[in-house]
């Protein structure tokens, strides 16, 4: 369960952590400013078209020669990507990395619901639910005390450390299953270039729909490979799965509420350091109360969970995300830091409640053999809604001209996480304390 909540950390402040060191590697490597945020993009693509591809493809190899390969692939990509002395080295590593941390992602959630007996899968699931976030938005205060003192290559050598950490508990900890891994076939190879084709057309769309949003024009584009994977041999087990498990509501609130959460630290952290010129350093601070909240209520969250259900926890959880995003929508000039930190906070206490316990209502559905293509598909509605809340925030701010703009639309997608997963339990509602038997979770916590 550690294990998890490391891997999710490492994964997930990498997703943000680079963003502050972009103009720093554009001049240390003598490249444009487009060019240095391939060191972004070059993760995050990957990430995001993998995802699936690698849930079927680890559903069939041993799990713990997949988490030493991944972590360890992780760190040495970390290594090569510090050392780079061109652009085109650097962003191979990224590419590299990016593959590797798509292992990651997928693994996180299987090892918390293997790695303990069913009626504390909530609390495991609040370790990865709730590291992970807290790396994504520690990720740019993190990567600018770095910067500052260090340089732009120290952002990439920071994650070494917690990956040798993540190698030595895998290796004491994880029990020697039997299993090895196998080579992807082609038709992963062809999912993953499908997915990645319309996932990167819609985000070129709109993130240069911020400078002219007759660039929305493109988004269309990126339908007929989705669709075609969809409609395909890699696409039909991961909906028919989630069409049998009734979960196809609970990924959507996944994805909405992510978006809004991205969308709104996004919007708020621009918006006090533009708008009403504080510094890096209060603006930092006063963000950080989100996080803050969140790490004080996601173990909370996840023991009332084992203890009252999953499903109320999660819905009552989104809701409190929601109440405090839309208390943000009227921010403006005449607010104080304090006025801000306690409506991030309330965000975050929603945030941690929620994340654990909706963790365990998606995996504690999964089929003992979907187990991985199940925490795929989740962890791509998260990756997707973590990448495009801040390219929607962006596109909302410039073509309404405002930040209230991108809050509201962060607020509208939270609320509609609520619904979502309103739905989700109204179909299957689980007994608290009560095994399941879709899961193999209570004979993995004998090992």
Known sequence: MALAGVLSFIAMLDMNIVNVALADIADGLHVSAATAQWAVLGYQLPVVALLLPVGRWLDGVGLRAAVLTATAGFGLCSALAAIAPWAAWLIAARLAQGAFGAVLFVLMPVLAIRSVRP???????SVPATLGPLGAVTGPAVGGLLL????????????????????AVAWKAMPRDGGGL??????????????AAGVATLLLALTLAADDPAWLLLAPAAVPPLWRWLRGPGGRPVTGVLRTTGLF???GAVLSLAAGFAAMHYVVALHLQ??????ATTTGLTVLAFPLGMGLAG??????????GAWPVAVTGAALTAA????????????????????????????????????????????????????????????????????????????????????????????????????????????PG?????TDAAPAAHH
């Open 119 to 125: 009626e504390s899968r909530a609390r495991a699931m």
């Open 148 to 167: 500052d003192h260090l340089g732009w290559r120290a952002v990439f050598l920071v994650k070494i450390p917690f990956c040798v950490l993540a190698l």
């Open 182 to 195: 196998r080579a992807p076939d082609r038709r992963s190879m062809t999912d993953a270039l499908l997915v």
């Open 249 to 251: 509501p609970a990924h």
């Open 274 to 279: 533009r708008d009403d010129g504080l510094s």
């Open 299 to 308: 173990p909370f969250g996840g023991r009332l969970a084992d203890r009252w």
């Open 324 to 431: 405090g995003l839309l208390l943000l929508v009227p921010l403006g000039g005449g607010w104080t830091a304090a006025d801000v930190a306690w409506r991030l906070a309330l965000a975050g206490i929603g945030m941690g409640l929620y994340g654990g316990p909706t963790q365990a209502l998606v995996m504690g559905a999964a089929p003992p053999d979907r187990t991985a293509t199940l925490g795929s598909a989740m962890q791509l509605a998260r990756s997707l809604g973590f990448t495009l809340g801040p390219a929607l925030a962006t596109t909302a701010w410039a073509l309404a001209g405002g930040a209230r703009a991108g809050l509201a639309l962060a607020a509208t997608a939270a609320c509609l996480a609520v619904p979502l997963l309103a739905l989700s339990g109204a179909r299957s509602t689980p007994v």
């Open 434 to 438: 009560k095994p399941e038997k879709t």
